[in-house]
């Protein structure tokens, strides 16, 4: 059974610019969430799609924004890309609640 | 607002010995919690988890505590192999606050190292 899938694996952008990642959940998994990793932050949630609808979405700014399509794959894009925004982002699927979510490699995304 | 802490960044053990990874959480509904093992370069892996109706869960070497009342929870491993050095993340839930049920609220992680 394949895992959950993140592309690309990574990826420098510059400052201004605009990206979009991409996810590949578990066959059967409709629940995808995403994550933004970073040293002194850690784990932080981004927001969390169902059935192609947002359920919840956390304390990000506007510039990040997802989807999800009906066959659950789902993109995350980041527009005006800042230093800041440097992290590993890391994509979940999961089957139904309360279980575990099983997470991707992530992306490594560098703004430069 | 830290509402899942990991006060230890990092601990050392040695090989056969047990690794105790302590978690606490502030947030009185949470009511889900899961602990994660991640390697650099990769996601977080699944380890275990306890519902809040629980004090105990156990599988193999794992065994994750939750005294409800000190808001307190902990991870066992027993015993500590050289292949578990990771970055061990506490994770909680609530199940029963609308839309805040959907999303993981993660510690900062804590590196643990077993020393052969």
């Known amino acids: 059974k394949a895992g959950v899938t993140q592309t690309p694996r990574y990826l420098i952008k510059t400052r201004g610019q605009q990206v979009t990642l991409s996810c590949s959940p578990i066959?059967?998994?409709?629940?995808v969430s995403w994550y933004q990793q970073t040293p002194g932050q850690g784990l932080q949630f981004l927001f969390e799609?169902?059935?192609?609808?947002?359920?919840n979405k956390g304390n990000f700014p506007g510039r990040f924004s997802g989807r999800q399509f009906s066959n659950s794959r789902s993109e995350m894009n980041v527009s005006t890309l800042e230093l800041g925004d440097s992290a590993l982002y890391l994509c979940a699927s999961r089957l139904k609640q309360p279980y575990g979510y099983t997470f991707g490699s992530g992306t490594r995304l560098t703004v430069v | 607002d830290q509402q899942v802490k990991q006060n230890s960044p990092s601990l050392s053990v040695q090989e056969g010995r047990i690794s105790i990874l302590n978690c606490d959480y502030t947030?009185?509904?949470?009511?889900?919690f899961l602990w994660y093992k991640k390697y650099p370069a990769e996601g977080p892996t699944f380890l275990i988890s306890i519902s809040s109706i629980k004090d105990k869960n156990e599988d193999g070497r794992f065994t994750v505590f939750l005294n409800k009342s000190a808001k307190h929870l902990s991870l066992h491993i027993v015993p500590s192999q050289p292949g578990d050095s990771a970055v061990y993340f506490c994770a909680a839930s609530a199940s029963n606050s609308g839309g805040s049920n959907y999303k993981l609220t993660f510690g900062k992680g804590t590196l643990l190292t077993v020393n052969p």
């Open positions: 799609y169902f059935s192609e609808t947002q359920r």
């Open positions: 947030n009185s509904m949470f009511d889900y």
């Open positions: 066959s059967g998994h409709r629940s």
